[in-house]
């Protein structure tokens, strides 16, 4: 039998806030465990929640990011239930009234060279408080409490069911952590658990429009896991189905290790959560000047910028779509076209030299000593002909090292001025052509693409400094 797959995600976010969403504990990961509590986190009686507006505006912005209806009117809810990390006994949450709803996240695909797009509704967005975290694993027979992370501010950011691949489902999460990143509103490390999400999967006979029977996998804190765990889900289901059985409606874990789901408990309903206003805190009220506002402090998002450079700055999309992966590399990439029109050379350093050079030292791109006036200066100077290309990469690898280095000093005192000595170019051609007598005949006979070798013999003979278009068009003549 056939069947579609059905994949809807549930993406938990931290927010980025200075403070807890309803007390004033520092937001912070990492510290000795139970150091930023107070009264409120610990649930003291009597002690009252005060919303952090951050949290707020930062939910706002994403909102907006993904096309959402900002609810003007929303408020938070109980969800009651027992766990010893959760010492209200209820997290608060927003269930009836989420602050986001509806929304579309639009991303593309990259297979081999071929893009498709994307488009994945949400089904709305919420706010909520992080749970403490339990600690299983430091002796055998405790658990262990560490209340920091409980009340941390939380998005949870919940699509329709309308994926329909792993891969689908791994890429619409890896937009959501290029989204927030973007925006400066979490820092999106899955490892760290800031950025988490729980991953339901269905299947349906081919064409049928009925839902199938979803298992939700809970907890997924990698995108490449995400997308196994979908594909051995899948495979599961399919197999039962196919054996003629039914999928039970239950909460699975992945093991990564061995790349299968497990059982974990079955669903709780709606009704066990009990839900119910929060009676401490008052609705948010939202007016059109606060959602403005947001929006005015937000940054270009992605989209905008793959248009900008693509439309634009004439950048192949392939590469636009490279640049835009991280803030970070847009805005060196804007920096450097502030001082340089060639902005496709521009890109070609990023995402060749730079991006190498960050690839292999681990490094960021804030991090890169060479700042982006002085990139600029490079490229002015090749395109000026004072420096070759091959040149300009053993100056990029000098600027690294000294990044405050005059460029025409460092090339002169290098000796990497590009030659426009003709005389020399000739002799460097004579040699070159006598000392390849059999190449010479091989080409006159019409094996026209030796001219390359020619031309990489000079520019060795020059140690780089001669222009290899120059020469090209000289070594032609004399091969005439
Ligand atoms: P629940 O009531 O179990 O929490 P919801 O309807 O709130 O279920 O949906 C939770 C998440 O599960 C959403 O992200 C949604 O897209 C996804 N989902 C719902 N039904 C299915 C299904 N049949 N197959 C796959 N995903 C689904
Ligand atoms: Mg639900």
């Known amino acids: 039998m056939e069947y579609d797959i059905v994949i809807g995600l549930e993406v938990h976010c931290q927010l980025f806030t200075e403070s807890k969403i309803f007390a004033s504990d520092a937001n912070k990961f990492g510290g000795d465990p139970n150091t930023h509590i107070s009264v409120l986190t610990l649930a003291h009686p009597g002690v009252l929640p005060k919303l952090n507006e951050k949290a707020v505006e930062y939910a706002i912005q994403l909102g907006l990011a993904f096309d ?66 339990s600690i299983h694993d430091l002796n055998p027979n405790f658990t262990y409490l560490d209340y920091n992370r409980a009340g941390t501010p939380l998005l949870e950011i919940v699509s329709e069911p309308c994926m329909t691949s792993p891969l689908e489902a791994a890429s619409y999460l890896a937009e959501i952590r290029k989204m927030v990143r973007y925006l400066g509103i979490s820092d999106g490390n899955m490892e760290e658990g800031s950025l988490r999400a729980d991953l339901n999967v269905s299947l349906k006979p081919k064409g049928s429009e009925k839902l199938g029977t979803k298992v939700e996998i809970k907890n997924m804190n990698s995108i490449r896991f995400l997308q196994k765990a979908a594909e051995y889900e899948i495979e599961r289901q399919a197999e039962i189905l196919n054996n003629g059985g039914t999928i039970i409606q239950e909460t699975r874990s992945f093991d990564p290790d061995q790349g299968k789901t497990f059982g974990m408990r079955v669903k709780e309903t709606m009704n066990d959560y009990r839900y119910f206003p929060e009676p401490d805190l008052a609705p948010i009220v939202l007016t059109d000047e606060e959602i403005k506002e947001a929006k005015v402090n937000m940054p270009k998002l992605p989209y905008e910028l793959f248009e900008t450079f693509s439309k634009e700055m004439g950048i192949l999309e392939e590469h636009a779509y490279l640049l835009t992966e991280e803030r970070a590399l847009c805005e060196y990439f804007l920096e450097t076209s502030n001082f340089t029109k060639n902005y496709k050379s521009v890109s070609n350093w990023i995402l060749s030299s730079i991006k190498g050079y960050l690839n292999e030292n681990n490094m960021e791109i804030i991090d890169f000593p060479v700042k982006p006036s002085k990139l600029a200066e490079l490229i002015e100077n090749i395109d000026k002909g004072e420096i070759s290309n091959s040149a300009g990469q053993m100056l990029m690898s000098l600027l690294i090292s000294s990044p405050e280095s005059n460029i025409i000093a460092l090339a002169k005192s290098n000796n990497l001025i590009q030659s426009k000595d003709t005389d020399a170019m000739g002799s460097w051609i004579d040699e070159v052509l006598t000392q390849n007598a059999t190449k010479v005949e091989e080409y006159k006979k019409g094996k026209k693409g030796l001219i390359g070798f020619f031309v990489g013999e000079v520019m060795k003979k020059s140690k780089g400094s001669a222009d290899p278009k120059v020469i090209n068009s000289l070594v032609a003549d004399k091969l005439k």
């Open 68 to 133: 959402c209806e900002i609810n003007k009117f929303n408020f938070f809810d109980r969800k009651n239930y027992f766990y010893p990390d959760l010492p209200k006994g209820y997290q608060i949450s927003q269930d009836k009234s989420p602050i986001c709803l509806g929304g579309e996240v639009k991303f593309k695909i990259k297979q081999g060279k071929v893009f498709s797009s994307h488009t994945v509704k949400i089904h709305h967005i919420h706010l909520e408080e992080d749970a403490g975290k």
